[in-house]
């Protein structure tokens, strides 16, 4: 979602610097004629930045996600790194007995379980 709305945001862009310039070529007042149309360069500015993002966080090895798709042994949520929530984690892991969340369904499961209690995954 996150390049479709990055090549959105290009085309938009485009369409409206070239469109802008065209508007206000003759324009009395010349500030207007170079303000106006640097929005849609803005806009491109914006589309690009955002597609370079989205294509980092991608196929980058740490990436941001907002569903969790893999176990923690595998792939560290880097927010959770960053900010020491893994650490507080794992405490709570090791006082309460229970392992922290399902990573299928988003469910807390006790450390005895073989299987999640919500939908039945193998943890």
Aim: aromatic share 14%; glycine share 12%.
């Amino acid at each position: 979602m996150g390049a479709a709305g990055s090549v959105v945001a290009i085309v938009f862009g485009v369409f409206w610097t070239i469109m802008a310039f065209f508007i206000t070529q003759d324009s009395p007042f010349p500030v207007v004629g170079t303000i106006f149309p640097l929005f849609g360069v803005l806009f491109i500015i914006i589309g690009i930045v955002q597609a370079v993002y989205h294509y980092k966080n991608a196929t980058g090895r740490e990436r941001m996600s907002l569903y969790d798709i893999t176990d923690a042994s595998e792939e560290g949520d880097p927010l959770n790194r960053r900010f020491g929530k893994e650490r507080e984690a794992e405490a709570d892991t090791e006082t309460t007995g229970e392992k922290a969340f399902c990573p299928y369904c988003g469910q807390r499961v006790k450390a005895g379980y073989q299987y999640c209690p919500g939908c039945g995954k193998k943890v």
